[in-house]
Nanobody, 121 residues
Framework: QVQLVESGGGLVQAGGSLRLSCAAS????????MGWHRQAPGKQRELVAA???????NYADSVKGRFTISRDNAKNTGYLQMNSLKPEDTAVYYC???????????????WGQGTQVTVSS
């Protein structure tokens, strides 16, 4: 009913930048919060950044001042601008969104398939 598709991952040198996108489609009445999580090999998935439909944001301490989360409500798309990347930012990055469906008006939490970000030293 809802699909989230991430794009923008890749290989970048330390100090470089990447911009991830998360496009939501399907039976969407509204999107409440959107977030980005990441999972490195052998580690648990962790929250990187989140944004409400009102634009309030929060960030993991490890990315504050380097990453910026934003969203375009008209396009049902979220973004994560990542600057000053470090090797420890290497992970699979997942987008998630809390979506209210047009069909049932039920709110659900949906995830994308993930996009790999690799930062070389």
């Amino acid at each position: 009913q809802v699909q989230l598709v991430e794009s923008g991952g890749g290989l970048v040198q330390a100090g470089g930048s990447l911009r991830l996108s998360c496009a939501a489609s399907g039976s969407i009445a509204s999107i409440n919060a959107m977030g980005w999580h990441r999972q490195a090999p052998g580690k648990q998935r962790e929250l990187v950044a989140a944004i409400t439909n009102g634009g309030s944001t929060n960030y993991a301490d490890s990315v504050k001042g380097r990453f910026t989360i934003s969203r375009d409500n008209a396009k049902n798309t979220g973004y994560l601008q990542m600057n000053s990347l470090k090797p420890e930012d290497t992970a699979v990055y997942y987008c998630n969104a809390v979506v209210v469906l047009t069909t049932t008006h039920i709110r659900g939490n949906y995830w994308g398939q993930g996009t790999q970000v690799t930062v070389s030293s």
